[in-house]
């Protein structure tokens, strides 16, 4: 009598995309949800921050992205188990990938600044921030804007969701769509008030520059380095105006 192989049941089917566009919209209604519930937690058992007219503290930022994170992470498992649908991950990937991206956000950056600077336009984002507070915690300042936000919000809007959105699909449109999709609410997601509206066109060019290079390459690795580059400039400049703003 031949032994008998028992079968390996097939994984479940994907999803369908209209299922899971419904799916990304409801983790995102959730994840903000319970990071304003964390947040609200937060301010109400803690120390109102001092000096608030000058603008916040530094630990305000420290907290505020600790709790994002939380708040974005712990619902993403949920997703991709009812999406059954997979996601870009850390893939190695020739260097000079990772060197296009950062020179694509590079060249970006320099036009806009040009640009901005002959239409006398200063964008302020972080403008809510104490920038004497942010001196003295440079250090840490750097590691957390250009290490850890990078990392978490390239793995949520172009790991995860895009990921999502583009699981078994092979039409140019939709990959598209999904692409513009997730750009959208990369770029909503920096809206901090009137102030910052000036530098929401430069965010969504170099979120179009981040999907485009995770699809191009389908790692998050080239995505992640443009975008810590990115920051690390942003701070650069942020500690220039401010100690400039000390110094008179």
């Given amino acids: 009598m031949e032994n008998s192989v028992p079968l390996i049941p097939e994984p479940p089917p994907v999803r369908p995309l209209w299922q899971r566009y419904i799916a990304a919209t409801l ?30 503290p530094f630990s305000f930022l420290m907290n505020a992205i600790v709790v994002q994170m939380v708040g974005f992470l ?16 850390f893939h190695r990937v020739r260097l000079r990938e990772v060197f296009l991206s950062i020179g694509l956000v590079f ?29 003295r915690n440079k250090a840490a300042f750097v590691v957390i804007t250009s290490v850890a936000v990078p990392a978490y919000e390239e793995w949520i809007f172009r790991g995860l969701l895009f990921g999502v959105l583009t699981t078994q699909v092979t039409k ?3 990959i598209i769509l999904a692409g513009l999709f997730c750009v959208t609410l990369f770029t909503l997601s ?9 530098a929401l066109p430069p965010i969504f060019t170099m979120a179009l520059i981040f999907q485009y290079m995770t699809w191009r ?21 942020f500690f220039a105006k401010f100690a400039e703003h000390t110094a008179k």
């Fill in 74 to 89: 712990l619902p993403a498992p949920l997703l991709l188990k009812f999406t059954r649908a997979s996601y870009f991950s």
């Fill in 217 to 237: 390459t389908q790692s998050l690795w080239p995505s992640v380095a443009a975008h810590a580059v990115q920051n690390l400039l942003s701070s650069a400049v």
């Fill in 172 to 174: 140019p449109s939709q």
């Fill in 107 to 135: 060249a970006s950056m320099t036009s806009f600044s040009l640009l901005y600077t002959a239409l006398g336009i200063e964008p302020q984002q972080m403008g809510f921030l104490n920038g004497e507070d942010i001196l």
């Fill in 190 to 198: 920096h809206i901090e008030g009137k102030h910052s509206l000036s």
């Fill in 27 to 56: 983790y995102l209604i959730v994840s903000f949800l319970l990071t304003q519930s964390i947040a609200l937690v937060m301010a109400y058992t803690s120390t109102p921050p001092v000096n608030e007219k000058d603008g916040l």
